[in-house]
Nanobody, 124 residues
């Protein structure tokens, strides 16, 4: 069983950076494709970053491409989301999720394991 715990959220001003971390336990992140997803108030949960099981491929929707970077930290058994040039529209609860294999990172049903989420608030 894989457990995921997110951290690193907070309140920042537009243009700032935040680094979210998702600590995994119970299993190694090497054996999972992983993603970051977010949900803003009144909106559906959406995909923001994904990384393949071996970690060699990353995926981003256009809305965050060039600003967000996902990576795996094998030493800490974690997946990290570096968020730069944050905008007020990035305000949401950010979730880490994983599955042994993922064919479509955009689909919420692709993910088997979920963290509890961490709040990110970007003020203008």
């Amino acid at each position: 069983q894989l457990q995921l715990v997110e951290s690193g959220g907070g309140l920042v001003q537009a243009g700032a950076s935040l680094r979210l971390s998702c600590a995994a336990s119970g299993r190694t992140v090497r054996n999972y494709a992983m993603g970051w997803l977010r949900q803003a108030p009144g909106k559906e949960r959406e995909f923001v970053a994904g990384i393949s099981r071996p970690g060699g491929s990353t995926y981003y929707p256009d809305v965050v491409k060039g600003r967000f970077t996902i990576s795996k930290d094998y030493a800490k058994n974690a997946v990290v989301l570096q968020m730069d040039s944050l905008k007020p529209e990035d305000t949401a609860v950010y979730y880490c999720a994983a599955a042994p294999y993922i064919s479509n990172y955009h689909l919420m049903s692709s993910y088997t394991y979920w963290g509890q989420g961490t709040q990110v608030t970007v003020s203008s």
